[in-house]
């Protein structure tokens, strides 16, 4: 507020002293109401720059936002503070009634552009110490993100390559040999889809939904002979959606939230609801809870909500109803 009051009163001291105004019109800028005037009206477009700049850092870190709308902005807010002293000198020609009210000598016009470019001057060393501020700012929250994503990618691979994971599907393929071996090789097929899946991933922070709902094929199948066909997924994601992008190993985690939170047998069947709505993946099932209750973190979740904010500025959404746990990530075009 008070550099961009100061501002004002440079301004109008600059403009009242230099300029060779008539009695009348003289006695109506040196009033109060015209230094009130002035300072309203250079902390109104003060502000509005600084939340457009705000707002422009945003965008052009989300969007890559192109080069001709930031531009057109910035020349927006000058064209602006050319206007705003333009409007100082009417204002004051208004209240004295004057006559003609838009036209000045050409000492008027040199003054006005020597104070609006010294506004310029300000207003863009404000505005690229702000920028230079909101990109610091972004750089540390990136990098601590960055250390998040990573470490929660290498906690999905421990999570899928730990003892009691394999043990369970070792344990699952041995049984299928023995009484099923054309279901043996399937089985095995899709658990080297999974290992071969989880560690082509690790260098990447987008994968396509298409990628990871086939991905989701060949894990869920390994539950499946694990548990019987007691699991399943419903899928309705239109096909234009197919190569929008989500985290690696998203839908493992929310489908081992499932079978971890949730009683599953044939007499209890789970089916994993997924769509799209407004830009978000929504995954979705019933809730039928365990009598012995699993302890849990939240870690999992949380991680997922860093690396969907750190990729789209975006948090998880999660909804706990009585009867469905829904859970919704942000999709990246």
Known sequence: MLLFSGLGLFSYFLIANYTDFSPKTAEAFYSWGAVVFTILAFNLVGYSTLRLSEWVNRQYVINTFRKWKLVMVYMSVI???????????????????????????????NLLIVVWMAEMVVIGLLLSNRTLQANWLLQQEAAKLQMENSRAKYTALQNQLNPHFLFNSLNTLIAEIKYNPDNAVCFTQNLSSVYRYVLQCQDRNLIPLKEELDFMNSYLFLHKVRLGDCISYDCRIPPEYMERQIPPLTLQLLVENVIKHNSISPDKPM?????????????????SPKKKKDSSSGI?????????RLMSNKNIVIQKE?????????IIQ
Request: aromatic share 14%; hydrophobic share 45%; with cysteine.
């Open 300 to 308: 999992g979740l949380k991680n997922l909500s860093n690396r969907c």
């Open 271 to 287: 089916t994993i609801h997924i769509e799209i709505d407004n830009e978000y993946l929504v995954v979705s099932n019933p809730v």
């Open 79 to 109: 064209f602006l503070f050319l206007m705003l002293n333009y409007g100082v000198f009417v204002t004051a020609k208004i209240l004295a009634n004057v006559e003609p009210i838009f036209n000045f000598s050409r000492s008027g016009w």
């Open 322 to 330: 009585d009867s469905v746990f829904t859970v919704k990530i942000p």
